[in-house]
C-alpha cells in the first residue's frame, strides 16, 4: 500500500516523499499492516475557497481525504493534488512547511490522526 508523506529536508525544506506500507494476508478480510499507535482523531471541514499559504504541519498526523479536492506545494513548487480516498502524511513540523488550498470551489471534508513520538512507517 503506497501514500505521500510532505516532510523537511536538512535545510528545512519541504518535499513529496512516499511511504511504502507492507500489508500481510490477513485471510478472508483482505490483507493488513501492522497495528500502529494514535493519538488524537479531528474531523474538519475546509471551505470551498481555502488557500493557506506556508505553513508546517502543527505534529505529525495522517490525513484522509473524505470529500473534495485540494493541491499541495512544497518548497521546490512543486504541486500534487488530493481526493476523496486519499492518504497523506504531514510530517514538515518545522521550517517553512507547504501551502494548501480547495480545488473547483469545493468543500473538503477530512480527518486528522496524530501520530506519537516514534511511529514509523514503511
Known amino acids: 500500500m503506497k501514500f505521500t508523506r510532505i516532510f523537511n529536508d536538512d535545510?528545512?525544506?519541504?518535499?513529496?516523499?512516499?511511504?511504502?506500507?507492507?500489508?500481510?494476508?490477513?485471510?478472508?478480510?483482505g490483507f493488513l499492516s501492522e497495528r500502529f499507535p494514535v493519538g488524537d482523531m479531528i474531523f474538519r471541514e475546509t471551505p470551498s475557497d481555502y488557500d493557506f499559504k506556508w505553513h508546517p504541519a502543527p505534529q505529525r498526523q495522517l490525513?484522509?481525504?473524505?470529500?473534495?479536492?485540494?493541491?499541495?506545494?512544497?518548497?521546490?513548487?512543486?504541486t500534487?493534488?488530493?481526493?476523496?480516498?486519499?492518504?497523506?502524511?504531514l510530517e514538515d513540523t518545522e521550517g517553512e512547511?507547504?501551502?494548501?488550498?480547495?480545488l473547483f470551489?469545493?468543500?473538503?471534508?477530512s480527518i486528522f490522526v496524530t501520530l506519537p513520538d516514534g511511529v514509523v512507517f514503511g
Open 105 to 109: 470551489n469545493e468543500v473538503r471534508h
Open 11 to 29: 535545510q528545512g525544506k519541504s518535499q513529496f516523499g512516499e511511504v511504502n506500507l507492507d500489508v500481510r494476508d490477513g485471510g478472508p478480510i
Open 97 to 102: 512547511g507547504h501551502c494548501s488550498k480547495a
Open 80 to 89: 500534487r493534488q488530493f481526493g476523496a480516498g486519499d492518504v497523506v502524511l
Open 63 to 78: 490525513l484522509f481525504i473524505i470529500k473534495g479536492r485540494c493541491e499541495f506545494m512544497v518548497s521546490s513548487g512543486e
